[in-house]
């Protein structure tokens, strides 16, 4: 955050500077939370479960006071390492992206404020600290997504972006006050008083809260609603797919592996009040329950997870359609929280963060090497052209698609997959997950089809990028490969972290006969979706004129696919007909009304001043000349005594005697 | 009553009247040195000697040259067209009458309450000299300085100004 | 005049009266002025009376009083008939009706 401060007031041709510094702070922040990581690492260990919290007060009103702290524990420890590793990367990257711009140090300026405050929102302990700093990172992701305003439509999408998420803060906000009615605190984790703890659970649960629910259910269906806007859930996903006007960089960092995984990190940070709720059925061995609150973030990521897919496939930019897969996988992260618990979920964000910001660096570096082409239609052939980013694309295509073994994607799904298959009480889910994971596959290989493979069918020849662009691809492809270690269920030593246990490594989980089954159906479906993609695409490279293979096949369902299913139309009819209608009416009641009743006072008041006006001519005025000419004429009369004649003066003395003198005697008389 | 006294009241009240109702200014100067006379004659009657003497030398003496002096400088001789007297002169007698009635009727009042002594006192010059420059020492500096102030006070007064340059 | 105290302060008294009825219907200023010199002789006939009958003529206080009154006198007229002079000089008049510039 120092570091974006101090770029802000910097001058434009200080490109090294800014970056340097941006670079810099960030790399430290990494240092840091390697130390921290190595710290919480120790203690699970020893054992034991860290939780380190920092805390202090900032606002004290009356008996109640506000909050505001930091915590560090597993999932702190976790999601600061992934942030600055990734972040780090992207900024490299983005030093040859935007070398050609001219706004060069604003945009790594707005990098490091949102960088800081994703940092912020990771080790808040107080969900209103945390709500400032998912604040400040709105608000930098709108100032990097309208990056280039001239553009009209990167600034609308700046806008809708914005509006959408701000939507659901409201929720979240509402959220946020009613948890601090009712438990009187804010602070995650304050030594056993704090609202995630749970003495405050307990309250929570025995409130009801109508529908059903109890206050932890609503407090955490508010939350959610947060999250929903931020991480581009259905209904309020809108905003991702237009948010790739702004550079790709951004759209790697934000929307692919940091920002919209606040929301999910949210839930996840939450979740002990999501989960205690009352139970629809008792609760097994499950280590996430099956509230109320947890049952519907799972059908809305599941319900996510296909509806993105769908209109995914029928989508002819590159961006647009990782876009599109974003929020898919983030429906996956989603279902898997509600299905499976913290740990779950939280693998899959990781290793989606790693792989999404390979995928969208290699679209960067793609779009750089053909000339700022965005469309898939007008490549073709780049196998040749971009080898590196052809190779490290597929690594990164392929974990997305959740090739078996060797890819990090495939283990983390397959989590999800397990975690659905498993719950007891809804089945729906976990088919939904199924068909998603066939879209997903088929999609992305369409995708790599026409990027990669076949003929150029540019108008100029394609090239390589530099190496400051490409390295960090070959980095976040090896780790889009190795973390698939750490999570497998041979040696689950993520989810072992999370939660403070203690991790085995034992190759029997693995061929354990339920496992092994779910191992090899979500094989057969990505062999499934990428040999679909593989027929109606290959080698194949339709010129842009021509329709679509699968749009040859069945046009009536390429169409409203292709238009995305008519979400945004929808919204233009109501929702924004709506405010523009309301606009009108406020606009109305302003200049009639209250204009009214300003011209009103107005009047009044000049009345008034006409009234004192004459007031003053007539009374005040008239009085007191009058009273001045008696003044003048009293000291005329008093004046003529004085006639300037000796005599008279000498008379007047003498009558003054004579009375004085006669008053003395008559006093005196006895 | 004296007989004396009468006619030397007379005398002097006679000479009072003329000073004020005579038109000439002259005449009136001359019958104001004729009261003048009547009163040092008055005080000699009262044993008051060097009173009666210091009367004759200031008042008739100076005071009287000095009223002369005065008339003649400020052209007196000449009789105003108007009349000597003011327009209201009634109200100006009409005070005089009451200030007279007011001090007659206080005199005869307090008559019984004033003291008598018929002694005639043995005051001769010498004790008058002695008591001016013992008892009376102070008023009589006091009245040296003041008869030099008005000396000096007259005489820029009446002095004819200085052509001031313009 | 059952005493002859009483004759002198009642001639005083007339003497005064007819001084200041000169000081006040003449139009002169001399005159003016010689009348308030008849009234201070009134004053110091007075003052000789009231020392000869009273008690203690021997102190003295009544003749000191008369002789410093007369002293007092000549000076005022010295200085009196001075202005008067002056007066004359500017406003060529000695008459008092004419003179009004103190008039306020």
Redesign the interface.
Known sequence: MVASGIIALLKQPQRKLASTLAIGSLGFSLLLSFIAFAHVLRGWAHGSVVRETVSFTWLQFGHSAVDLGWVLDPLAAVMLVMVSFVGLLIFIYSVGYMAHDENFTRFFCFLSLFAGAMLGVVISNSLLLLFMCWEIVGLTSYLLIGFWYQKPAAAAAAKKAFITTRFGDIFFFLGIVWLFSQTGTLLFYNHGIGSLEPLSLAVLVTQHAGLGLSAAGAIGLLIFAGAVGKSGQLPLHVWLPDAMEGPTPVSALIHAATMVAAGVFLVARVYPLMAAGAPIMSIGAQPGGTSVALTVVTWVGAATAVFAALIAVAQNDIKRILAYSTVSQLGYMMAGLGLGGVAVGMFHLITHAFFKALLFLGAGSVIHGCHEEQDIRRMGGLKVDMPLTFITYAIGMLALCGFPIFFSGFWSKDGILEAAQHSSVIKGPFYLLVFGALLTAFYMTRQVCYVFLGYWRGPKPAYESPMVMTLPLVILAFFAMALGLIGTPAWPWFHAFLEGRAAEFSVHSLIEPGFLLLMATSSLVVFLGLGFGWRLYGEKSPKPEQPDALEKSVPWLWAPLRDRLYVDEFYGVTVIAFYAWWGRVADWIDRRVWGGIVALVAWIFALWAQLNRLLDINWVDGGFDKTCEELSEGGGLLASLQSGRVQNYLRILAVAVVALAVILFWSSRP | MNAVFYILAALTLAGGLATVLLKQLVHCALAVTVAFAGLALLFLQLDAQFAGFAQILVYIGAVAILIVFAILLTRGSELPKDGVFSKTWFLGLVIAAAVFAVLGWAVLASVSAVPQQNAVPSVTVRDIGIALVGRYVLPLEIVALLLTAATIGAVIVAMHEKERPR | ???????????A???????????????????????I??ML?AA??NL??F?????H??A?TG??F???S??????????G??????I??HTNT????K??????
């Not at chain 3, 000695?94 to 009706?97: G, K, N, P, S, V």
Request: proline letters at 4%; glycine letters at 10%; zero cysteines.
């Open positions: 005049m059952t005493t002859p105290l009483a004759g002198y302060l009642l001639v008294a007339l003497l005064f009266a007819i001084g200041l009825g000169g000081a006040l219907v003449r139009r002169n200023a001399i005159l003016v002025l010689i009348g010199e008849l002789n110091n006939l000789i009376a020392w000869r009958f009273g008690p003529p021997e003295l003749m000191m008369a002789i410093f007369i002293a007092v006198a000549a000076a005022e007229a010295a200085v008939l001075g202005l008067v002079i002056a004359y000089r000695a008459e008092l009706d003179i009004d510039r103190m008039k306020g």
